[in-house]
């Protein structure tokens, strides 16, 4: 049975791009590869989502290769404060329709 | 006004005791779920409710009872814990389960702790 992985975790420091990528190599045909930011003591938030290709908003990026089996969230000079856990959620064809997060990633960022 | 929200946000019991966490979300989402998270951060899905009707029921011990009085709110019921039990619970919704781009807004967590 495929998984969603992720690396467990990330380092960097302040003003680097870091790239998280996340594979899902059994992802529905129609279905949407979303990231989540979770910060301790706090629920996941929801911060980019695509389908294919590259997608910018205001706090990252996405890019998606043509065979959609991998994502990778592209956060560009982080600061102390994007140091949380960042998940990867997408949609398998072979588990029932259900949702399933990666292992999440957690990012440390140091001055 | 908090979108989810879920409480308590930390319980510690003992073994054996049955304990409740209640989820409320004000979005006017169709779909709600739990999700427990482990120590290493993963989150696996346990339930989820479509319109107050179960629609994914994982492996979850028979201990773990949902109960969704309307769509607005998903409750979860733990009776007989036991210490795998612990762990950070999180409640979600979202607007039309099965959509291609469902986002998922999640509660700020129950930390549980069974002693």
């Known amino acids: 049975l495929a998984k969603t992985t992720q690396p467990i975790s990330m380092d960097s420091y302040e003003g680097q791009e870091v790239n998280i990528t996340c594979s899902h190599n059994?992802?529905?045909?129609?279905?949407?590869i979303t990231w989540y930011q979770q910060f301790p003591s706090q629920g996941p938030r929801f911060i980019i989502q695509g389908y294919k290709t590259k997608v910018t908003n205001e706090v990252a990026s996405l890019f998606i290769p043509a065979d959609r089996k991998s994502s990778t969230l592209s956060l560009p000079r982080v600061s102390l404060s994007d140091t949380a856990v960042y998940h990867c959620l997408s949609r398998p064809y072979n588990q029932g329709g259900k949702l399933i997060f990666g292992q999440g990633t957690e990012l440390s960022v140091k001055p | 006004d908090t979108a989810v929200s879920q409480t308590p946000k930390y319980l510690v019991t003992q073994m054996g005791n049955d304990k409740s966490i209640k989820c409320e979300q004000n979005?006017?989402?169709?779909?709600m779920y739990w999700y427990k998270q482990d120590s290493k951060k993963f989150l696996k899905i346990m339930f989820s409710?479509?319109?107050?009707?179960?629609?994914i029921n994982e492996t979850v011990p028979n201990r773990f009872s949902p109960k969704s009085p309307d769509k607005a709110h998903l409750n979860l019921h733990i009776n007989s814990l036991e210490l795998g039990d612990s762990a950070v619970y999180f409640c979600?919704?979202?607007?039309?389960?099965?959509?291609?781009?469902?986002?998922?807004?999640f509660g700020s967590g129950t930390q549980l702790s069974v002693l």
């Open positions: 409710y479509n319109n107050k009707e179960l629609i």
């Open positions: 059994n992802i529905a045909t129609n279905d949407y």
């Open positions: 979600a919704s979202s607007q039309g389960a099965s959509s291609a781009n469902e986002k998922l807004f």
């Open positions: 979005l006017g989402h169709d779909t």
